[in-house]
């Protein structure tokens, strides 16, 4: 007997089928990407440090109330020596005040001058709105259209979000956001409150990827940029599944609910590989750490086994990074080697901090710490080649003897 299945009952078997190649999917280093990540090393920290710092009436702190705020700030070192470290952007100072003789620390004049410059940037009702916007996506992807406070703090630098944002921007869109009690506590039993929209916006529920086949006058099927690195050879088998297979499966937008698909299934991939996507393009210079992937996605219901694999399987779409002491999720298609493709504005912002962290001084006067970096890396390679040389000289004379 032939069991005949009726094209309703096929269609549903399909969205459970998994036929990913059982294969090994090598990670291969990308240099330019590291580059990139690498080159906003310690930004982070010294945005919340400078942060920190002008929020205090005076914009100085003494340095013994920074130094136990370490984890906080996640600062890589001791606090002393990170200001140390970035002395065109820090000034250590002993107050005019004799009652006080301790140490403060400031920001320079140069660095206070860019914080001015952000700060009337962050302001512009343009960028405000698109930051409202892109707020409204991340919890539009979220459960129920809300999302922790503690997560969306994780996320505030990646998401350009000035970092009181609750108390200067949310009050400016009341139409767009609530603070809620989600409906649960933490492991301290306290309640968890979260940011949550007013109403659901269908005119802000297009991806990226459905934009860019808007733009594309004869897109039809959305397709997937896949851009693998020099040297990546993946096997034959796995790239043709991804081309000829997942590639043209029905693209599932994030912003709707695919939990009825079986979570092992082509399709809840696909789906999966799309909110990462779109969580990523969301971001200022999109990326994230991997940790901020994977809460968003147990928030989402999402394991992290299977977003592990979403990125594992899709080289061409995601870098995991493992610079700067932490794993950083990259979006390929988002840069050309190790520029960006389409800088955010507020990059250029962050640029002009981190030209002046590159800056250390010698003999009094600023220059570029890279520059010196080489200098010190080539006379270590001049002292290795002379003591070769005087090794070879002994070892000849030894066997003349």
């Known amino acids: 007997m032939v069991l005949q299945l009726s094209a309703t009952a096929r269609r549903r078997l399909h969205l459970h089928l998994r036929t990913f190649i059982n294969a ?32 205090h009436p005076s914009q ?35 107050p005019p005040n004799k009652t006080n003789p301790f140490p403060h620390v400031k920001l320079t004049p140069k660095a206070l001058s860019i914080h001015c410059d952000e700060l009337l940037h962050l302001n512009m009702s343009r960028y405000r709105r698109d930051l409202a916007q892109r707020l409204a996506k991340l919890l539009m992807i979220a459960r129920g259209g809300r999302l922790p406070l503690h997560l969306i703090d994780t996320l505030t630098y990646d998401l350009g979000l000035p970092h009181d944002y609750l108390l200067t921007l949310l009050p ?32 802000l529920a297009l991806s990226e990827m459905e934009k ?24 034959k088998r796995v790239e043709e599944w991804v081309e000829q297979r997942w590639q043209n499966l029905p693209y599932i937008s994030p912003y709707e609910n695919a939990f009825h698909l079986s979570p092992n299934s082509d399709h809840a991939e696909r789906w999966m590989v799309g909110v990462i996507h779109e969580l990523l393009s969301l971001m200022v210079t999109k990326k994230t750490e991997r940790e901020n992937v994977f809460r968003f996605g147990e928030f989402l219901g999402i394991g992290q086994v299977r977003m592990k694999k979403a990125l594992v399987h899709f080289p061409g779409i995601f870098y995991v990074s493992n610079k700067i002491r932490t794993q950083t999720v990259v979006l390929r298609e988002a840069y050309r080697k190790k520029l960006m493709t389409e800088k955010h504005p507020l990059m250029a912002i962050r640029n002009r901090y981190i030209s002046l962290m590159e800056l250390v001084l010698r003999r009094g006067r600023p220059v570029r710490g890279a520059a010196v970096r080489r200098r010190e890396r080539g006379r270590t390679c001049l002292r290795v080649v002379s003591n070769k040389e005087d090794w070879n000289r002994w070892r000849r004379s030894d066997d003349d003897d």
């Open 24 to 55: 090994r999917i090598k990670w291969v280093r990308d240099p330019y990407l590291d580059a990139a990540v690498e080159r906003e090393k310690n930004l982070k920290s010294l945005h919340s440090l400078k942060n920190l710092i002008l929020s």
């Open 60 to 94: 100085s702190l003494p340095l013994s109330a920074i130094s136990p705020l370490k984890p906080h700030l996640s600062l890589p070192t001791t606090a002393h020596k990170f200001i140390q470290s970035y002395p065109f952007i820090f000034k250590i100072f002993l």
């Open 172 to 203: 400016e869109f009341p139409d767009y956001f609530q603070i809620c009690d989600l409906g649960f506590r933490d492991s301290n039993g306290e309640i968890v409150f979260g940011l949550g929209l007013v109403n659901w916006r269908d005119d």
């Open 212 to 235: 860019k086949r808007d733009c594309d006058l004869n897109g039809t099927q959305i397709k997937y940029s896949m851009n693998l690195p020099r040297g990546f050879d993946l096997q």
